[in-house]
């Protein structure tokens, strides 16, 4: 059994070795995708168009009003007449907030009453509303001491002089969503890994040697994990890269356990190429095992929560979501990552990947065949 | 002796098309039986299912005393198969892919084996090399070498010689006599009629069907094929005028001279009556294997529905 499982993975790897170009880019692609994603989508975005309802025109509202364009977070773009105008500029997107000041607040903030500003944000995606939000508050406090002079000075103490009242409007809990490394670790390694397998098991029956390998004595599970071992260095190779570079550039480090992390990673990794092999044994040609892979990848990078807010989908796509590996592994990693997640936390994440390898090898060992019918 | 291979009544059909039909093969320990018919004919299929990669669809039997269907893994470790199609890891090195080989059997002294292989190989030289730059002829005689690495008892090659050039023949038919003669079974199918005449036995198969068992001059006899030689000048140029008269089944040129049989000698003797002239001689000769696996084909063909 040992003999004939090390005989597999020595010539998986030794013609792993030798296919130079996919081993490039089973390491390019992943980078190469952090770096888009990573740079291309700006997570930190300046100049949203804003509106602003100011009922009450006076030198402090306009103080107010240019701490908050002298963020570089807003630009206001707009000044609509009504609340109802500036709700359907936040609905139809082409603002993303809307700023009103109520028209008592020069004569509540001179009262020593507590005036009120609101901000609406449009957080569909949340990273585009955080930090202005955040930024909001010290910019109005930092100008107001500055221009309460004379008989108002006496306001200048009062930490809560203006209040801001903030309101987050379509995704009221997509908060701290650092979703693009887990995201993109389980998206990376449902492609890589997927159709790794797939290909390798289909690339014999193309070339002729699947007839030679069955006429030895090798058992199906044998060649399975045979295969798939090599892949499974490369995986975690794969993963320790991309750990590296979101922390090198993104600054993304992990909070919670790394064994942990490394323990639901292999998990992860081998259910992936349970399909894979799962595939192959379905497939006739390289082409039919790749459209197949591709049509684990989509659902994956769509359905898992990568692309949309999973809550935000529809039941039945959350269902589908469910039955993805890519799911319970991006949901793991970003309890791990960036909330500091224990065991007892992604316990749930990962019997679940557990259930779809045990039913995924099942239907691969019965669905491998050791003749050629 | 006991019986190496003994399959009986062997059917396999792909859809509805029945592409080895009802075929019994029983060869004795240390033999070499050729394996013919023409392409299409079944002769893989058969091997296949010989060596358990393929399921009968009807019929069964035992090799080396395992039986067809159940002991298939005891049958892969004791037989040898090498495969029509170059079945080896073209990227894979010259070594590599003997190494790989060697360790699915789990043999020992895995090394010196290779080494060895190589050795009689002759390619010792170039074990490094990837086994996808060989030439075709070469190919075969690694492939070879592969199969035999593991010592089996039984040796299932499938056109081993095709493309392989003719003192490489000469010296692969010499290694397979003495395989044959260790008491290693060989059933080896081939084109070739020089190398069907090395053989102890030889069986046709046409469409699906065995049609000729036993020694080459068994089936010969069993033909009941009549053959004439036509000489003289211009007899070569016969043919084409015998090729589709009654009682021909095969006209054809040899060098200056002409070959012509039939199974009638009565109805032969009439076709050729009208070109006996003074200048061709005509003399009775035995059929050659040639002239009775065409004669096989064609009664195949005869038969094989809507053929
Ligand atoms: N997997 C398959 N599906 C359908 N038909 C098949 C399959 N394999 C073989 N056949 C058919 O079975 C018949 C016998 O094929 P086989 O390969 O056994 O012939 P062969 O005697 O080895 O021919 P050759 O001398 O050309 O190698 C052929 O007509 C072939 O088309
Ligand atoms: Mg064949």
Request: hydrophobic share 35%; charged share 35%; proline share 8%.
């Given at each position: 059994m040992w003999a004939r499982l090390i005989a597999i993975v020595i010539k998986e790897a030794l013609q792993l070795k030798r296919d130079r170009l996919t081993f490039a880019m089973m390491f390019g692609v992943p980078i190469m995708q952090l770096l888009l994603f990573g740079y291309a989508i700006?997570?930190?975005?300046?100049n949203l168009p804003t509106a602003v309802i100011a009922a009450d025109d006076s030198q402090i509202t306009r103080t107010v009003l240019s701490a908050l364009a002298n963020t570089g977070y807003m630009r206001f773009t707009h000044r609509p007449a009504s609340e109802a105008e500036a709700n359907a500029l936040l609905q139809r997107g082409e603002v993303q907030f809307v700023v009103t000041i109520p028209s008592d607040f020069t004569r509540r903030l001179v009262r020593g009453e507590r005036a009120q500003i609101a901000i609406d944000a449009d957080a569909t995606d949340p990273m585009a509303a955080a930090n202005p939000l955040a930024a909001a508050q010290p910019a109005i406090m930092q100008a107001l001491a500055r221009d309460l002079v004379g008989p108002l000075a006496g306001l200048r103490a009062r930490p809560d002089a203006v209040e801001l009242v903030l309101q987050r409007r379509y995704n009221p809990e997509g908060k701290a969503r650092l979703n693009i490394v887990p995201g993109l670790l389980a998206v990376i390694l449902t492609m890589t890994m997927v159709m790794m397998t797939a290909l390798a098991v289909t690339r014999e029956r193309e070339r002729g040697t699947m007839e030679n390998l069955l006429a030895m004595p090798v058992r199906p599970i044998e060649v399975m994990i045979g295969k798939i071992l090599p892949y499974v260095v490369i995986g975690s190779v794969q993963v320790a890269v991309i750990l590296f570079v979101s922390r090198l550039l993104?600054?993304?480090?992990?909070?919670?356990s790394v064994a942990l992390l490394a323990l639901g990673t292999a998990l992860f990794i081998i259910v992936n190429l349970a399909i894979g092999f799962t595939i192959s044994t379905v497939t006739q040609n390289q082409l039919q095992a790749m459209q197949a892979s591709i049509f684990i990848l989509l659902p994956s990078i769509l359905l898992s929560g990568f692309m949309f807010p999973f809550r935000g989908m529809p039941v039945w796509a959350q269902w589908l979501g469910e039955t993805l590996p890519a799911t319970h592994f991006m949901r793991l990693v970003r309890g791990l990552m960036l909330k500091g997640a224990g065991f007892g936390d992604v316990t749930g994440e990962l019997l679940a990947l557990l259930a779809i390898l045990l039913i995924v090898t099942t239907v691969a060992v019965s669905r491998y065949k050791v003749t050629l019918d | 002796m006991p019986l190496a291979i003994d399959v009986h009544d062997l059917v396999k059909r792909y859809g509805s098309r029945?592409?080895?039909?009802?075929v019994s093969l029983a060869i004795e320990q240390g033999r070499i039986c050729g394996f013919l018919g023409p392409n299409g004919s079944g002769k893989t299929t058969t091997l296949r299912m010989i060596c358990g990669l393929l399921t009968p669809d009807g019929g069964g039997g035992t090799c080396l005393g395992h039986d067809l269907v159940r002991e298939r893994d005891a049958i892969k470790r004791q037989a040898g198969y090498m495969t029509q199609r170059f079945g080896l890891y073209e990227d894979l090195t010259i070594r590599e892919n003997l190494e790989f080989v060697g360790r699915v059997y789990e043999l020992d002294r895995l090394k010196e084996r290779v080494d060895g292989a190589l050795e009689r190989l002759g390619l010792a030289t170039r074990q490094g090399q990837l086994a996808g730059a060989l030439s075709g002829g070469w190919k075969q005689r690694l492939a070879l070498a592969a199969c035999v690495l593991h010592e089996p008892k039984l040796l299932l090659l499938?056109?081993?010689?095709?493309?392989?050039d003719p003192k490489a023949r000469r010296a692969f038919w010499d290694e397979i006599h003495a395989y044959a003669a260790q008491g290693i079974t060989v059933l080896v199918s081939t084109h070739y009629m020089d190398e069907a005449e090395r053989c102890h036995e030889i069986a046709y198969i046409a469409y699906g069907e065995l049609m000729a068992r036993g020694t080459a001059d068994e089936v010969i006899a069993q033909s009941g094929l009549t053959s004439y030689i036509a000489t003289g000048p211009g007899a070569d140029r016969l043919a084409p005028k015998l090729r589709d008269a009654p009682g021909v089944t095969a006209a054809a040129a040899f060098g200056a001279t002409l070959h012509v049989s039939g199974p009638d000698r009565e109805r032969l003797l009439a076709a050729i009556a009208p070109l006996r002239t003074d200048s061709i001689k005509w003399t009775e000769a035995p059929p050659t294997l040639e002239d009775v696996f065409i004669h096989l084909m064609g009664r195949a063909h005869d038969n094989a529905p809507g053929g």
């Open positions: 700006d997570t930190d975005p300046r993104f600054d993304v480090a992990i909070e919670g | 029945t592409v080895v039909d009802h499938d056109e081993p010689t095709a493309g392989v």
